[in-house]
């Protein structure tokens, strides 16, 4: 089974936050456009393994993390060689690499930061392209750390860090509207301050304008830090159910947020999802 689209109706944000719900299994490939010309310029393909991005790289010829871990040079050629001779097809290479000896626990988190978390801030970037998913594919051991994290935390990671939000302007909250939690029990993330204090206004009553205004931050802010929340499905973007000047805080704001995600799982398959989500951006 495939899905394509384009990055202009359905951005990598909401990709990710339907494989990390769906807990699906697959591979993401995200085809960017050069400005200059038609034709497509690069892929870049994801790994997901039941809803957490286990590789990301830029070719498929399974020399990505091996390249990378040749240019830190924290293992001699001759001994790097001969290690990935002897690794099993079916085992990820760092994760093999950490239990000979070869990698400590602190490169291999490096390793998997540069391969899949820096990448995907810069993915999130781009205004245009076209994605594909294949459900249908084996997962690339040898472009493999053993690390994985749910695609929606590495959403949250990535914007948080996002120099640039033009790709993602026409997605943002508008400062009309409000904010409403849709997870009343249990939390994926650990929120930072900001996106704190902003879900406290969860509740349907607040106008993004005017929660900017109470936190002294500006409208852009919160409306990027609204995203951020909707993208990872913590709360959903509602009009105002009540027109007030107060503002009312949520209750139970300051609960701990739980790192891990939870194993959550859905009525409807991945492509009823995607489906009922497009009908509901063009009746919206």
């Known amino acids: 089974m495939c899905i394509t689209g384009y990055l202009t109706d359905f951005s990598l944000p909401e990709i990710c936050q339907l494989l990390d719900k769906g807990q699906q299994t697959g591979l993401l490939r995200i085809h960017t456009y050069l400005p200059t010309?038609?034709?497509?310029?690069?892929?870049?393909?994801?790994?997901?393994?039941?809803?957490?991005?286990?590789?990301?790289?830029?070719?498929?010829?399974?020399?990505?993390?091996?390249?990378?871990?040749?240019?830190s040079r924290w293992i001699s050629s001759d001994t790097f060689t001969r290690l990935i001779e002897q690794c099993l097809s079916n085992r990820p290479l760092g994760l093999y690499l950490k239990n000979r000896g070869a990698l400590g626990a602190k490169q291999l988190k490096w390793l998997f930061h540069v391969q899949v978390l820096q990448s995907m801030c810069a993915l999130f970037q781009l205004e245009a392209g076209k994605f594909q998913i294949d459900f249908n594919v084996p997962l690339p051991t040898?472009?493999?750390?053993?690390?994985?994290?749910?695609?929606?935390?590495?959403?949250?990671?990535?914007?948080?860090?996002?120099?640039?939000?033009?790709?993602?302007?026409?997605?943002?909250?508008?400062?009309?509207?409000?904010?409403?939690?849709?997870?009343?029990n249990k939390y994926h993330y650990q929120l930072s301050p900001l996106e704190l204090q902003v879900w406290k206004y969860a509740n349907g009553k607040v106008s993004l304008e005017a929660i900017a205004k109470h936190l002294k931050l500006p409208l852009e802010k919160v409306q990027q830090i609204g995203f951020q929340l909707i993208a990872v499905g913590l709360v959903k973007e509602v009009?105002?159910?009540?027109?007030?000047?107060?503002?009312?805080?949520?209750?139970s704001s300051s609960r701990g947020l739980l790192e891990e995600v939870s194993k959550q799982k859905l009525s409807y398959s991945f492509l009823q999802n995607l489906v009922g989500f497009l009908s509901s951006k063009v009746t919206a």
Request: glycine share 4%; proline share 7%; hydrophobic share 45%.
């Open 37 to 71: 010309q038609t034709s497509l310029s690069k892929v870049h393909y994801i790994w997901v393994y039941h809803g957490r991005i286990v590789a990301l790289a830029k070719r498929l010829d399974h020399q990505g993390l091996v390249s990378l871990i040749t240019q």
């Open 142 to 184: 040898r472009e493999m750390t053993g690390l994985s994290i749910p695609a929606t935390a590495a959403t949250l990671i990535g914007l948080r860090s996002l120099p640039n939000w033009d790709a993602l302007v026409h997605k943002l909250p508008t400062p009309n509207s409000s904010l409403v939690t849709v997870i009343a």
């Open 239 to 251: 009009p105002l159910l009540t027109h007030t000047t107060a503002l009312p805080v949520a209750e």
